[in-house]
T-cell receptor, first 112, second 112 residues
Framework: DSGVTQTPKHLITATGQRVTLRCSPR?????VYWYQQSLDQGLQFLIQ???????AKGNILERFSAQQFPDLHSELNLSSLELGDSALYFC???????????FGPGTRLLVL | AQSVTQPDIHITVSEGASLELRCNYS??????LFWYVQSPGQGLQLLLK??????LVQGIKGFEAEFKRSQSSFNLRKPSVHWSDAAEYFC??????????FGQGTRLTINP
């Protein structure tokens, strides 16, 4: 158990819908990262927050957004969902930059 | 930009045999390197990491990896594999101060 929690574990929804994925980092970690894992793209970095502020963006679609709250938990919002958004979404956390990232169990999203 | 290559998509070894998973990276300075393992339906678990210092690093579950700057490699080894080692293994490098860049992964199958 890494100490990073993600909810829900599974999510099934329809195209065009909007979903919110939630992540709670390890106690004491200020950085939260979101990654997408799909069969064709592999593991891709989406976005990073540090102590409530966005720090880095990867290949995150404009339909996707995230935020980190004062209690340091983070949410990833996916809207106007498409079939191709079906993937495993991981959250990771670390104490700071260039520190070891610890991953949560992931949220498996299926868009039908 | 940094990149990571895992040349072997799938490796099969017999239980009790030795294992070496290859990882090559592309990075100008001294890289921060990681190996993660993903069991079916699970999240990513950190096996070991290299930041600096001794080029042979020990990890959990009996794994070790050797950083070779001259070969731009960070290969993962285990002297004797167990059936529970069947999983997908990912090599990763930190890019900038934020994201992890992952290799494509190597799926390990263990023959009884």
């Amino acid at each position: 158990d890494s100490g990073v929690t993600q909810t829900p574990k599974h999510l099934i929804t329809a195209t065009g819908q909007r979903v919110t994925l939630r992540c709670s980092p390890r106690s004491g970690d200020l950085s939260v990262y979101w990654y997408q894992q799909s069969l064709d793209q592999g593991l891709q970095f989406l976005i990073q927050y540090y102590n409530g502020e966005e720090r880095a963006k990867g290949n995150i679609l404009e339909r996707f957004s995230a935020q980190q709250f004062p209690d340091l938990h983070s949410e990833l919002n996916l809207s106007s969902l498409e079939l191709g958004d079906s993937a495993l979404y991981f959250c990771a956390s670390s104490v700071g930059a260039r520190e070891t990232q610890y991953f949560g169990p992931g949220t498996r999203l299926l868009v039908l | 930009a940094q990149s990571v290559t895992q040349p072997d998509i799938h490796i099969t070894v017999s239980e009790g045999a030795s294992l070496e998973l290859r990882c090559n990276y592309s990075y100008g300075a001294t890289p921060y390197l990681f190996w993660y393992v993903q069991s079916p339906g699970q999240g990513l678990q950190l096996l070991l990491k290299y930041f600096s210092g001794d080029t042979l690093v020990q990890g959990i579950k009996g794994f070790e990896a050797e950083f070779k700057r001259s070969q731009s490699s960070f290969n993962l080894r285990k002297p004797s594999v167990h059936w529970s080692d069947a999983a997908e293994y990912f090599c990763a490098v930190v890019q900038g101060a934020q994201k992890l860049v992952f290799g494509q992964g190597t799926r390990l199958t263990i023959n009884p």
